[in-house]
Nanobody, 118 residues
């Protein structure tokens, strides 16, 4: 059974930090491009950060670059998103996504809520 379980969300004041986690099971973690998406009420789902299998390269959306860091723990099959200097506009439900590097396999976590207050 393939499963992604998102956790680590919560409420924090602007300027604070949170660390999101995605626990993966049921597939070969290292064969997948891992990403974090977010969706705020009334807005489209937005790609926040991606971590590619080749060399561990990363990409970030412009509005989070320099504040968020995506990382993975291959041995423990965990994906993390360290979120620093949080802003109210970061408020959203954050979702972990796994996409196979070659095949069509794609999986999503259930999401974890992040609320940043002023």
């Amino acid at each position: 059974q393939v499963q992604l379980v998102d956790s680590g969300g919560g409420s924090v004041q602007a300027g604070g930090s949170l660390r999101l986690s995605c626990a993966a099971s049921g597939f070969t973690f290292s064969n997948y491009i891992m990403s974090w998406y977010r969706q705020a009420p009334g807005k489209d789902r937005e790609l926040v950060a991606s971590l590619f299998t080749s060399g561990g390269s990363t990409r970030y959306s412009d509005d989070v670059k320099g504040r968020f860091t995506i990382s993975r723990d291959i041995d423990n099959k965990m994906l993390h998103l360290q979120m620093n200097s949080l802003k109210p506009e970061d408020t959203a439900v954050y979702y972990c996504r796994a996409r196979h590097v070659m095949l069509v396999n794609e999986y999503w976590g259930q999401g974890t809520q992040v609320i940043v207050s002023s």
